[in-house]
């Protein structure tokens, strides 16, 4: 059974072909069942294979198979090889299970783009290296599926590439992970270079995994750092998050499918793939989560403020991915993939959700021109509610699940991580307000867009409202995999994972165990001291959501003049925050402009006046340069050739005879 | 050291310049002929010279296919060929980038057709026959041999400046020669004053003795000589000029092939005759292929010419090369092999889009084109798939040459991997904006809205580039394992050779000669 786990990158890689060759030629409707029976084939070896590790042990559940060896060189050799193992099951099942979905979602968002079979070709090449990235062996072929996951984010968001807006979105997007790469690159280099000092030679995580114990505290240090500014890149998180809010310029499945269920979190994949590196680095486990909360505030802050309804989201995708790198960073990895599967399921659908919306505006993304939508698109507004109701942590959905266990895992390490509780927590009120704001800004209230726009208003066809309605249910269900011990439940998604992380969560609580003041406190009066005080967490947490959405409902369903008085009373913060606090001007002014600079003064400057003056200056000194061109100029270039070739001729002819005799 | 009973790599060098003869009695009125002819014998070239592959003993280090005959006994010159792994992936980079240039001259040149096609023979013959030479003086009528022809290229068939970038051309690379050329002379002698005999053999020179402040002379004469046409910072600037003159065909193998030539050099002369001066130079070169790296794609990214940008783009891809090389580690030497490899072939892409381009639109100015993935998608295709080559993508050959470079220039000073590494993120800006401005957008110029997407023997062409791109992005184990031998057993040569001058810096001449000559043998 080992022997058909490549099958599941495998199918999308023939989808792709087909489309790509065929694309043009073929109907639509054969170009759309091509790409959605690829995702559906590798969903159902997914599934198949995660049925199989049911029936086995779980420490036998680990397939693994090298297919060639790929990168040979003198003691580096890289090969194209898979792993799966429980952590890349679940990415596989979310890879292809959400995104063929949203395959067929965008059947019907795309049906009148002239670009339709492009659009199918990239999106099954996108997910093909998002299956390379997940399933691979070996850090070096998870940095080819990184790279070209960028690679198709950046032909995606460009996808209308006649509007400027776009191309530039795609440009940055894809610049901004390249330096988020060279992180992750020169992790790859010193990683090697380390364990190569000791003999050994290898990026396959079994091996490194192996062998981690002879890496230097210092080295596993660096090292973690620098694959960390490699997820900061791809996972948008501070300081490399600008790219992620402009890349909305493309189709709005696309921002659902990999600026929010998949490709964004594979930064957070990373850190739980080499879960074992970053266990012995636990300042990087504390930066990581540092970040992450930062993050998570610092963009839910930004979200507070935006009125088109895809930067919201964006916005909150980025505060998201923030709560993610905190579960991983307080050492609970399985809290964090928890996080990323569930906010695949509800971030995924609020995108698809937005996109009906758009659609049924018209092309509208402006929230002020909207309102009251609810009547007239029930399926679209009823699943969106499912989804901010998950998002904002309402007590059985999805959302409150595996956020309330990564909040309680921050807490439980205690020390310095209680303020990244208590930030986490704070921002948590505020992704609930966010969520409801946009909620009630776009469904509820009186209809503000143009009378043209409202008589066009209609639900979409089942094609997209299907893959609505399943996604809401998963934002419901999805949480009931990891139902905490102390709710009755048996949070089967972290026993499902011990395996992967069982060592590494163990490292951890011995390294944040000198800093476990609280828990500690809580540990002295027995395990039900522990127990209740996740519970008063648990009720904390329910509490702050539900403050987040009665602001929400008192400030846009009740006195919607409220926020206005406030926006006139604060216009200069307001206007700071409206403006994403000018980062994006910021970093402009300083990179942008300062490699523009440097780069006219070495073009212009040094490289025509300075390095090419000198040499010409040289030349002509030599008076060499005036012959050859007086006579060059004076009409003998044919003559000149001529002698050249027949002179060199002769040379070699007189050569060849010498030889031959 | 095997020997072939067929004297393939002769035949290799002179079945171009027999074509450029024959054409000679051909009557310049029948260019469909001349045409026709060129490419069959380009075509022949190149199937000529696959069976180099097949044949090729991988697992043996010395050089195979040799030819020798005795030339000029009395002097020492002897015509003496032989290729190894190194030489053999060039060799076949040079013949099936010459197949392309003739295609990609078919309409681009109308004016004095005949001599065009038979100066690029000519100029085939010299390249390969630079390839193949272990005779440096043989080695040295190639090399200038295919001054000429080059010079010619940009000289007659180029742009408006031509004449000021074809001269400027030749006095850089002459500059160059004439000090190589002393050096050789100064070699000689020196190989004569301690073994007392007279030889041009690269192999014995190989294992003489020169003392090591004689060697930081000599190759320091060599070595610029090969700098200058690899180009490195700072004697890059005649470059950038010959390109933007030169016609498409000669853009291409001028980047594919000629700049090659340089590190070619380096591997076959500069390092392993004065490996004690490699060594020592080694900041002095790994710095210069740094701020070539970072400098060229820098001055790339404001070029508004796109010949220019792309010239400037080598100045940085050579950088990788030399930085690679001069890491002297299996993966930096194997990586900036390959390299050469993947710059002929997707620089050289990069130059055949510009010259369809330009067969178009008739300018190369950025600011001329913008909106063309519009009129021209099947193009765009083509030339996002070299962008991204040229930027190393994973999955393209660009990546596989410049991850290895990198890490193994990590391997050996971790500073100049990290700087070189910054060279990923630049290289993304420049290639990435360039693409924008030429292919996004709305078409804004009137000329540019109807223009006419590739026809089938452009599409012939960059199908051929494209499929060597993903070839050997995926599976470069074909093109590795031809070499693996041969660098290895580069590596521990020249790694020996630097540990007998050490100790020869310390114990008496001969005593050192007597002890080590007999395994350096």
Known sequence: ?661 | MGSSCFPILSLLIYVPLLGAVTLLFVRREHEAYIKGFTLVLSLIEFALSIPLYFYFNEKTVGMQFVERRAWFPEWGITYFLGIDGISLLLILLTTFLTVLCVLCSWRAIEKRVKEYYITFLFLETAMVGTLCSLDLVLFYIFWELMLIPMYLLIGVWGGPKRVYAAIKFFLFTMAGSVLMLLAIFALYFQFYKATGTYTFDVLQLYNGHIPVSTQYWLFAAFALSFAIKVPMFPVHTWLPDAHTEAPTAGSVILAGVLLKMGTYGFLRFAIPLFPAAAHAAIPIISILALVGIIYGAIVSMMQPDLKRLIAFSSVSHLGYVMLGMFAFNMQGMEGSIYQMLNHGVSTGGLFLIVGMLYERRHTRMIADFGGLATPMPILAIFFMIVTLSSVALPGTNGFVGEFLILLGAFRANMLYGILGTTGVVLGAVYMFWMFQRVMFGEVKKEENRKLVDLGKREVLILCSVVFFIVLMGVYPKMFFKKMDTSVEGFLKFVKERNAYYMASEVMPVKVVLETVKKPAE
């Not at chain 1, 890879?95 to 063929?100: A, D, H, I, K, Y």
């Not at chain 1, 949203?102 to 997910?127: A, K, Q, W």
């Not at chain 1, 039900?528 to 539900?546: D, K, N, P, R």
């Open chain 1, 1 to 661: 059974m080992v022997d058909y786990i490549w099958l599941i990158p495998v199918f999308p890689a023939v989808g792709f072909l087909i489309n790509a060759f065929f694309g043009k030629k073929l109907p639509k409707a054969v170009v759309s069942w091509v790409a959605c029976l690829a995702l559906f084939a590798s969903f159902v070896v997914s599934v198949t294979i995660l049925f199989q590790f049911f029936q086995l042990p779980p420490e036998e559940r680990v397939f693994e198979r090298n297919i060639f060896n790929w990168i040979t060189s003198g003691e580096f050799n890289a090969t194209v090889g898979f792993r799966i193992d429980p952590l890349s099951i679940i990415m596989c099942l979310v890879v292809t299970g959400v995104g063929f979905l949203i395959h067929v979602y965008s059947v019907g968002y795309m049906h009148n783009d002239e670009g339709y079979p492009r659009y199918f070709t990239y999106l099954n090449l996108f997910v093909f290296m998002m299956l390379i990235l997940v399933t691979a062996n070996n850090i070096l072929l998870m940095f080819v599926g990184w790279e070209g996951v960028g690679l198709c984010s950046y032909l995606l968001i460009g996808f209308w590439f006649r509007k400027d807006s776009a191309a530039n979105a795609g440009k940055k997007a894809f610049i901004v992970n390249r330096i988020g790469d060279f992180g992750f690159l020169l992790g790859i280099f010193l990683l090697f270079v380390s364990l190569g000092d000791h003999g050994v030679w290898t990026l396959n995580y079994g091996e490194v995994q192996k062998n981690a114990h002879l890496l230097s505290a210092s080295a596993a240090t660096l090292i973690t750092l620098l694959f960390f500014i490699g997820a900061t890149g791809k996972s948008a998180q501070l300081p490399l998050y600008i790219w992620l809010p402009d890349a909305m310029e493309g189709p709005t499945p696309v921002s659902s499918l990999i600026h929010a269920a998949t490709m964004v979190t594979a930064g957070v994949y990373m850190v739980a793939r080499l879960n074992f590196l970053y266990s012995m680095a636990p300042q990087i486990m504390f930066l990581v989560a540092l970040v992450g909360v930062l993050t998570a505030i610092f963009s839910a802050s930004i979200g507070l403020a935006q009125n088109d309804i895809k930067r919201v989201l964006a916005y909150s995708t980025v505060s998201q991915l923030g709560y993610m790198f905190v579960g991983v960073g307080v050492g609970a990895y399985a809290a964090g993939i928890f996080h990323l599967m569930t906010h695949a399921f509800f971030k995924g659908l609020l995108f698809l959700g937005a996109g009906s919306v758009i659609h049924a505006m018209s092309g509208e993304q402006d929230m002020r021109k909207m309102g009251g939508l609810r009547k007239k698109i029930p399926i679209t507004y009823w699943t969106f509610v499912f989804a901010c109701v998950a998002i904002a942590g309402v007590p059985g959905f999805s959302g409150f699940f595996s956020k309330d266990e990564i909040l309680w895992k921050a807490f439980s390490a205690g020390g310095p991580y209680l303020i990244i509780w208590a930030i986490a927590a704070i921002a948590a009120g505020m992704t609930a307000f966010y969520m409801f704001r946009l909620l009630f800004g776009t469904f509820h209230g009186e209809c503000r867009a143009s009378e043209e726009v409202k008589h066009h208003i209609h639900e979409s066809p089942k094609v997209m409202t299907i893959p609505l309605m399943i996604l809401a249910g998963l934002s419901v269900v999805g949480g009931y995999v990891g139902v905490p011990h102390i709710l009755g439940g048996a949070n089967r998604i972290e026993q499902f994972l011990e395996p992967v992380f069982g060592g590494a969560g163990e490292h951890t609580a011995l390294a944040g165990g000198g800093l476990n003041i609280i828990s500690q406190a809580f540990a002295s009066e027995g395990a039900g001291g522990a127990g209740s005080a996740e519970m008063t967490l648990m009720i904390l947490s329910v509490v702050i959501a539900f403050i987040g959405i009665y602001i929400a409902y008192r400030l846009y369903i009740k006195n919607p003049e409220i926020p206005k008085r406030f926006v006139e009373r604060f216009s200069g913060l307001h206007r700071v925050v409206y403006n994403k606090y000018f980062v994006d001007e910021i970093y402009g002014a300083i990179f942008v402009r300062g490699l523009f600079g440097l780069g006219t003064v070495l073009k212009s400057f040094f490289d025509e006046i300075v390095i090419d003056g000198t040499i010409n200056g040289v030349a002509a000194l030599l008076g060499w340069a005036g012959s050859l061109l007086r006579r060059v100029q004076s009409g003998y270039v044919q003559g000149y050739a001529f002698a050249m070739i027949v002179g060199a001729i002769i040379v070699i002819g007189y050569l060849v005879v010498r030889v031959m005799m």
